[in-house]
């Protein structure tokens, strides 16, 4: 099929390339292309019954669908179902596709992140590439694995933001609030009994503070999530760590206090 890079001359071509590049493209996805820019088709209107007037669908605002469509969720799988419907975040249109969580859903432990990266992107998990293969090592060291079939050893994983910002840039105000009721309904309906929150993001929305990450880091705080007080813990995130090995003893501390945490309860 003619594309309109078929008429483009090896200058022009070249700086479309640029652009990509410019614009946080990092590498060749699929072999089809696909404007993710384009308006998305319209959805048909659900059939109505023989002989019942179909009513108008309520136009709300794009964002204030989001807390209604969180609200309605009554499983996690239907969370992910809402969010592949969910329209109103601009991240949706760049990323490769939705990113939600992985783990046991019965784990006793949530850990909660900032925003899928590249090799996240790709794979619609959060925490698989280099920074998730440092947290597998610490979860390890630590008795705790995504894997587990036990809820004791086991943790849940997912992300303050649940498509990658281009580039890997950091998520505005407004895409982590158009986000944020997807987040709480999941710690509604995982029913955690202890969240960790990797890196300063998840910290400031689930506790209210805006103190950095390493002042936050290891003291208890609680979330209130729908009325119940869940013990949370700051800890660094593990793309820090990679940076700053030396950190990783304080970030060992808290896998200590939160292994303590749960042996206690
Ligand atoms: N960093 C995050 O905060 N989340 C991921 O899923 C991957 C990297």
Excluded at 6 to 14: G, I, L, Q
Excluded at 77 to 85: D, G, K, M, N, S
Excluded at 212 to 220: F, P, S
């Amino acid at each position: 099929m003619p594309t309109k890079y078929d008429d483009m001359t090896p200058h022009e071509a070249a700086e479309a390339l640029r652009w990509l590049a410019l614009m946080g493209a990092e590498e060749i996805i699929l072999a089809e292309q696909v404007n993710r820019l384009a308006a998305p088709a319209p959805r048909a209107p659900a059939a109505a019954a023989p002989g019942v007037p179909s009513p108008e669908a309520p136009s709300l605002p794009l964002a204030a669908t989001g807390p209604t469509a969180a609200a309605g969720c009554n499983s996690l799988a239907e969370i992910a179902a809402a969010l592949e419907a969910f329209d109103a975040c601009p991240l949706k249109k760049t990323a490769t596709r939705l990113c939600f969580a992985d783990g046991n859903p019965k784990a006793r432990v949530m850990l909660v992140g900032e925003a899928p990266g590249r090799d996240e992107d790709i794979q619609g998990k959060p925490f698989v590439g280099r920074s998730g293969q440092l947290l597998d090592r610490m979860l390890a060291a630590a008795g705790l694995s995504r894997g587990a079939e036990d809820r004791d050893s086991a943790v849940f994983i997912t992300n303050v933001i649940f498509w990658r910002p281009p580039g890997n840039r950091t998520p505005t105000e407004a895409e982590t609030l158009m986000c944020l009721p997807f987040l709480l309904r999941t710690i509604e309906l995982q029913k955690p009994d202890v969240i960790v929150c990797l890196g300063a993001t998840p910290a400031h929305r689930l506790t209210g503070r805006s103190d950095g990450i390493l002042k936050l880091r290891g003291k208890w705080m609680t979330a209130n999530v729908s009325g119940r007080n869940i013990p949370l813990l700051p800890t660094l995130h593990p793309a820090y760590l990679l940076r700053q090995p030396a950190q990783k003893r304080l970030a060992w501390r808290d896998l200590l206090s939160l292994r303590q945490m749960l042996d206690a309860h």
